[in-house]
């Protein structure tokens, strides 16, 4: 089977010029020949200005077409490059899956009055206040737009929360009170009830708003012809929202679509409730194995590695995973700060590129480099996809078997001639591992392709072979070309 690769293409900090869906269509033949084979791009449609990253969404069908919030563009361009560039991807045999904001809404049109009260940040079920009147922004008329593409309006009883009374000027968390107006059930316990994220959010029990965000998702799926969606947010919306959402959008394009849920939370009980709640509808981010990066690379020579995959989607629910390293909330300065330090980017990299379960995905940052910095993993990136696609393949074996140094080995099947690797991690000093990549790899000669070893290995007649890694460092082992199978 194909090793797809899914890429973030964005970071937190890309300038704010329009011309990300430009590079991205003059990108799309070099992710083809790298290896990419789905491409998550950011929220498409207007923010709150032409500077919003994409979560501070006014207008879902303005995809950079109309002259709204300042700005007929997005931060990335106009809906014809974007149509442009997913044109190209898919000439280039690249999926296209767009992140789909539907938890809140930012930048309203003009304030409304409504009864509301304000709640406890630390505790959401606890109210600070009798209901009193507040004025707030909830009012989305789109004048730019008119009533293409949807007639729908938005007001003050489509959302359960808001952050200002503009009537004081004071802000906080405001629940709106209404007559069967709750924070949702179906959404993480902590805060008491975490419903409310920002902006005013969204009720998704509301009927005209659950109708309303199932025609924008066929709508946008059928204008920009995605093949999936990346779902922001979903710890923060009605997980019963969210499955009827992806059953409907799918039955109405009668045809695959692929879906992956932003649910950040390291606990993968947690994880694995809301799978269950959600009927295996759509994959989810592995935040265990992130953050177990992360510690990894924060504790060096401490970690035990042999607890790396402990906690992690990846090994409970290989088929749901989708691995990566870092993202646009974990890098520096963002939200969910939490980015793997550099020594130990190849590495994680490394194990998620090259073990056989979980959906990789790229970050943006890792490979063209974050705030107008190159980033210094992109060549070994490229020789880890190019060490995917030719020879990531077939059985599997792990040797976690010591804290310092770990390893695994893919011995290859007959489809891909020359398949086969061993990978070796150290977070501590100079190692080896003695792994088994098979008989029928007796007598190659093997190198190490992340240009950390210089040596040739030679396999024994038992499939038997001493792996070294350097001190830090990650080790990847394949058949050396026959024609340099004498060299050394
Ligand atoms: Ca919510």
Request: hydrophobic share 35%; charged share 25%; net charge negative.
């Given at each position: 089977?194909?090793?797809?690769?899914?890429?973030?293409?964005?970071?937190?900090?890309?300038?704010?010029?329009?011309?990300?869906?430009?590079?991205?269509?003059?990108?799309?033949?070099?992710?083809?020949?790298?290896?990419?084979?789905?491409?998550?791009?950011?929220?498409?449609?207007?923010?709150?200005?032409?500077?919003?990253?994409?979560?501070?969404?006014?207008?879902?069908?303005?995809?950079?077409?109309?002259?709204?919030?300042?700005?007929?563009?997005?931060?990335?361009?106009?809906?014809?490059?974007?149509?442009?560039?997913?044109?190209?991807?898919?000439?280039?045999?690249?999926?296209?899956?767009?992140?789909?904001?539907?938890?809140?809404?930012?930048?309203?049109?003009?304030?409304?009055?409504?009864?509301?009260?304000?709640?406890?940040?630390?505790?959401?079920?606890?109210?600070?206040?009798?209901?009193?009147?507040?004025?707030?922004?909830?009012?989305?008329?789109?004048?730019?737009?008119?009533?293409?593409?949807?007639?729908?309006?938005?007001?003050?009883?489509?959302?359960?929360?808001?952050?200002?009374?503009?009537?004081?000027?004071?802000?906080?968390?405001?629940?709106?009170?209404?007559?069967?107006?709750?924070?949702?059930?179906?959404?993480?316990?902590?805060?008491?009830?975490?419903?409310?994220?920002?902006?005013?959010?969204?009720?998704?029990?509301?009927?005209?708003?659950?109708?309303?965000?199932?025609?924008?998702?066929?709508?946008?799926?059928?204008?920009?012809?995605?093949?999936?969606?990346?779902?922001?947010?979903?710890?923060?919306?009605?997980?019963?929202?969210?499955?009827?959402?992806?059953?409907?959008?799918?039955?109405?394009?009668?045809?695959?679509?692929?879906?992956?849920?932003?649910?950040?939370?390291?606990?993968?009980?947690?994880?694995?409730?809301?799978?269950?709640?959600?009927?295996?509808?759509?994959?989810?981010?592995?935040?265990?194995?992130?953050?177990?990066?992360?510690?990894?690379?924060?504790?060096g020579r401490?970690?035990?590695?042999?607890?790396?995959?402990?906690?992690?989607?990846?090994?409970?629910?290989?088929?749901?995973?989708?691995?990566?390293?870092?993202?646009?909330?974990?890098?520096?300065?963002?939200?969910?700060?939490?980015?793997?330090?550099?020594w130990f980017?190849p590495s994680?990299?490394?194990?998620?590129?090259?073990?056989?379960?979980?959906?990789?995905?790229?970050?943006?940052?890792?490979?063209?480099?974050?705030?107008?910095?190159?980033?210094?993993?992109?060549?070994?990136?490229?020789?880890?996809?190019?060490?995917?696609?030719?020879?990531?393949?077939?059985?599997?074996?792990?040797?976690?078997?010591?804290?310092s140094?770990?390893?695994?080995?893919?011995?290859?099947?007959?489809?891909?001639?020359?398949?086969?690797?061993?990978?070796?991690i150290s977070v501590g000093d100079e190692g080896?591992?003695?792994?088994?990549?098979?008989?029928?790899?007796?007598?190659?000669?093997?190198?190490?392709?992340?240009?950390n070893?210089?040596?040739?290995?030679?396999?024994?007649?038992?499939?038997?072979?001493?792996?070294?890694v350097s001190g830090g460092k990650t080790?990847?082992?394949?058949?050396?070309?026959?024609?340099?199978?004498?060299?050394?």
């Open positions: 089977m194909k090793n797809g690769v899914m890429m973030q293409y964005f970071e937190w900090n890309l300038p704010d010029d329009g011309t990300l869906w430009k590079q991205l269509k003059d990108d799309a033949r070099h992710l083809h020949d790298i290896g990419i084979t789905a491409v998550w791009i950011p929220p498409a449609y207007k923010g709150t200005g032409s500077n919003d990253v994409g979560y501070g969404t006014y207008d879902l069908y303005d995809l950079g077409e109309f002259d709204q919030k300042g700005t007929v563009r997005t931060k990335y361009g106009t809906r014809q490059e974007l149509q442009e560039a997913i044109a190209e991807l898919h000439r280039h045999d690249i999926c296209v899956y767009l992140d789909a904001v539907m938890n809140h809404k930012a930048g309203a049109d003009r304030t409304e009055k409504c009864m509301a009260y304000p709640v406890d940040p630390d505790n959401r079920d606890q109210p600070l206040a009798e209901p009193y009147e507040i004025e707030c922004w909830t009012g989305f008329d789109f004048p730019g737009r008119g009533d293409k593409y949807s007639s729908f309006k938005w007001h003050w009883y489509h959302f359960s929360g808001t952050d200002r009374n503009e009537a004081d000027e004071k802000n906080g968390i405001y629940q709106i009170v209404s007559e069967g107006k709750a924070w949702s059930i179906g959404v993480d316990t902590e805060n008491g009830n975490y419903d409310y994220l920002m902006h005013s959010d969204i009720d998704l029990n509301h009927p005209e708003v659950i109708a309303e965000l199932n025609r924008w998702g066929i709508w946008v799926a059928r204008e920009l012809e995605l093949d999936g969606m990346r779902l922001d947010a979903i710890k923060h919306m009605n997980d019963q929202f969210v499955r009827q959402f992806l059953t409907t959008v799918r039955s109405e394009l009668k045809r695959d679509f692929y879906a992956v849920g932003e649910y950040w939370k390291e606990d993968l009980t947690a994880l694995e409730e809301y799978l269950g709640h959600v009927d295996y509808e759509l994959d989810l981010f592995d935040v265990g194995l992130h953050y177990n990066f992360f510690q990894a690379s924060q504790a401490e970690y035990d590695l042999r607890t790396l995959l402990d906690g992690t989607l990846v090994r409970n629910h290989p088929t749901l995973a989708v691995t990566f390293v870092d993202n646009h909330d974990s890098q520096k300065g963002c939200s969910l700060e939490s980015q793997v330090e550099d980017k994680a990299y490394a194990l998620v590129l090259l073990m056989r379960e979980g959906y990789p995905c790229l970050f943006y940052g890792d490979y063209y480099g974050m705030d107008g910095t190159p980033s210094p993993h992109r060549g070994t990136i490229d020789t880890l996809l190019n060490v995917r696609r030719h020879y990531a393949h077939g059985e599997q074996e792990l040797y976690f078997d010591h804290p140094t770990i390893g695994l080995v893919r011995r290859g099947d007959d489809k891909h001639p020359d398949s086969g690797l061993a990978l070796v080896d591992k003695l792994m088994n990549v098979g008989t029928q790899h007796a007598g190659e000669v093997w190198h190490e392709v992340t240009g070893r210089s040596e040739t290995l030679t396999i024994g007649p038992d499939g038997n072979c001493v792996f070294p080790a990847v082992w394949v058949k050396k070309p026959e024609e340099e199978q004498q060299a050394t």
